[in-house]
């Protein structure tokens, strides 16, 4: 056991990045309070395919990152649980990670790494479960020509916090995919991030998350168009229901004057289904250069639409799955991105739960 | 056999200017086996009346009643309206984002029906229906009327009426936007479904071609709120001729 370093600046809630994190919730992960505890999580509980290696490893961090809980992250440990697949793999299944041991009394600090060599292509998944308290640096690495889809499930019990960094660097003609899904925890905060360092990369950023009573989560994406000829795709829908559910999504796009032939879009929907939820959504596009295809975004908050309600319930469907049609049907757009039917059906009924408990 | 009795039926909707009173006393019925033919101005309250019956939240009943068979319907909540056996064809239908057409059928007919129907014959049930109305099979796994053409949504609601069997039936101007194909075969599924049950239909429409195909026994002159008119089949023929200005100055 170790205290976390205390030499960095804590952010006191006034900083743009921080202004709407409910940081006495966040278990000291961002002031040095939280006691730190020595456990690694995050294990592969299936055989790996020929061509991925999974294993603790001292790496140096791929990319800067001024997130205070990240630094404090990589101030204290080199250890890295790296997931590797190598240079022409082409992984058919999707490769699963998951977590073991948990605990709330002491923080996990978490570094992960998932490389894919040149031209390999997988699909990887890592299921969030159970009860902690974790801080993660996660980066990853896409060698020219790789293509990876990232499914990242955050079905964290009740009082479970989790303030993570997962970041891309995309390297030429790389694409990258990612599914974030956020359903469990007491806070979870992710700062999705992209970094493109050779032209032809692109991305596509999805998410969905459904928060309910007392429940804060945030999303905060940067996708850094530094190099031409990149393409961005973001696209998150939330649900909100009851008392004090509360989700931020914050889409930063930067096109910097050198990034010509960007093409860009953003979009974040969320549907309040209740009184006293809040949810936050913020795009920012930032343009340096008018050399560009296209660059767009969208944000609506929304309620239940009563004339879809009644059309279904003149049909002899009743309020309660009429709504729940509905609400499946807003994110069956995203959730079959995830094209794993166990996980989906998971999900669909985690949602439908959600929105029982809500009650709404 | 089932009657829908309309009496006196008072509707008005809320307006940022307060409440505006629509239907000024509707009286009607219907009963299974007939066929009655609501025309009248644009504005005059067609679509109050059926959205009315069918219990859309926008409106408030001032005053009337309507009854099925004697039970209240404007104290039932809108899918017990459907389980009672109403049916509303829309004038325009709702797009669904994410709702299959298929999962919809089924998850309707299963309300209606009060069990799952059984997933052999539920199947080719859905896709003889589809098929009679000569709508693609794709169309099962697209969304509810999401990017529907104004005709494929009208075929669509047919195939509701055909698949989900109600006793009484209120079609809102089901023949606008069709092509002279489409209306032959959605008039011929309209008269399938009269056909093959007790099932009474009241066709709101602007157009007598329509009735050519399926024969009103009455025909309903609706203006400024009530209806002004009523007659047989050659009614619609004279209002195709002479328009609706005898009507709307009363
Ligand atoms: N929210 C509203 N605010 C003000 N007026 C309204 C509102 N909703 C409906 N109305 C009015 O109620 C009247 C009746 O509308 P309705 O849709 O029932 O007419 P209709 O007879 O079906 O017409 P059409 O032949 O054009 O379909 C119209 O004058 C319409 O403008
Ligand atoms: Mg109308």
């Known amino acids: 056991m170790s205290l976390l370093a205390t030499n960095y600046l804590t952010p006191t809630g006034r900083e743009e990045a921080w202004r709407f994190t409910p940081l006495k919730r966040l278990r000291g992960l961002h002031d040095g309070a939280a006691v730190v505890g020595d456990r690694a999580s995050l294990i592969s509980s299936h055989s790996l395919p020929a061509g991925v290696t999974f294993m603790s490893e001292n790496l140096a961090p791929l990319a800067h990152s001024d997130d205070v809980i990240i630094e404090r992250i990589r101030g204290l440990d080199g250890q890295v649980s790296h997931l590797s697949i190598a240079a022409n793999t082409e992984v058919a299944e999707p490769i699963l990670l998951g977590r073991s041991n948990g605990a709330l009394e002491t923080a996990e600090l978490s570094r992960v790494r998932i490389s894919l060599g040149e031209h390999a292509v997988a699909t990887v998944v890592i299921e969030n479960t159970g009860d902690t308290v974790l801080a993660e640096d996660l980066e990853i690495s896409l060698a020219p020509g790789s293509s990876l889809t990232f499914i990242t499930l955050q079905e964290f019990d009740a009082q479970s916090v989790y303030a993570a960094r997962h970041h891309a660097v995309v390297d030429k003609d790389a694409h990258f995919k990612s599914i974030t899904v956020t359903v469990g925890g007491d806070v979870v905060r992710i700062l999705p991030t992209v970094e493109f360092i050779a032209p032809g990369g692109s991305v596509e950023l999805l998410g969905v998350y459904f928060a309910t009573a007392g429940q804060f989560f945030e999303h905060r994406m940067h996708v850094d168009h530094a190099v031409p000829h990149a393409k961005s795709r973001v696209n998150f829908k939330g649900a909100l229901a009851g008392r004090d559910a509360h989700t931020v999504w914050i889409g930063d796009v930067l096109i910097r004057a050198i990034a010509e032939g960007t093409d860009t879009y953003e979009l974040n929907r969320n549907l309040l289904l209740s009184d006293g939820a809040r949810a936050d959504s913020v795009p920012n596009l930032e343009i340096e250069t008018g050399e560009i295809i296209g660059a767009g975004h969208a944000s609506t908050t929304g309620r239940f639409d009563d004339e879809q309600l009644f059309y279904l319930m003149s049909r002899g469907i009743t309020l309660e799955n009429a709504r729940r049609l509905v609400v499946r049907g807003f994110f069956n757009e995203i959730v079959t991105e995830i094209g794993i039917e166990a996980i989906q059906d998971r999900l669909m009924n985690r949602i439908d739960n959600e929105l029982e408990k809500a009650g709404t | ?250």
Request: proline share 4%.
């Open chain 2, 1 to 250: 056999m089932s009657r829908l009795e309309i009496r006196n039926l008072q509707v008005s909707v809320k307006t940022d200017a307060g409440a505006v009173e629509i239907l000024k006393g509707v009286d009607l019925t219907i009963e299974t086996g007939e066929t009655h033919a609501i025309m009248g101005p644009n504005g005059s309250g067609k679509s109050t009346l059926a959205y009315s019956i069918a219990g859309h939240p926008k409106y408030t009943i001032v005053g009337g009643s309507v009854t099925l068979d004697g039970a209240d319907v404007l104290d039932m909540t809108v899918d017990e309206r459907a389980k009672a056996g109403l049916f509303l064809a829309m004038q325009y239908p709702v797009e669904v984002p994410g709702v299959s057409v298929s999962n919809f059928l089924r998850t309707a007919a299963t309300a209606l029906r009060g069990e799952a129907p059984k997933l052999r014959t539920w199947v080719a049930e859905v896709k003889d229906a589809m098929e009679a109305l000569n709508i693609d099979p794709a169309f099962a796994s697209r969304n509810v009327n999401e990017g529907f053409s104004g005709g494929e949504k009208k075929r669509h609601e047919i195939m509701q009426l055909e698949l989900l069997k109600p006793k009484i039936a209120i079609l809102d101007e089901t023949d606008s936007g069709l092509d002279v194909d489409a209306l032959r075969i959605v008039s011929e599924g309209i008269n399938r479904a009269k056909a093959n049950g007790n099932l009474g239909v009241l066709l709101i429409t602007h157009y007598t071609r329509i009735l050519k195909y399926i024969k009103p026994d009455f025909v309903h002159v609706f203006a400024n709120g009530h209806i002004v008119e009523e007659g047989g089949p050659d009614l619609a023929d004279k209002l195709e001729a002479n328009g609706y200005a005898d009507y709307v100055s009363k």
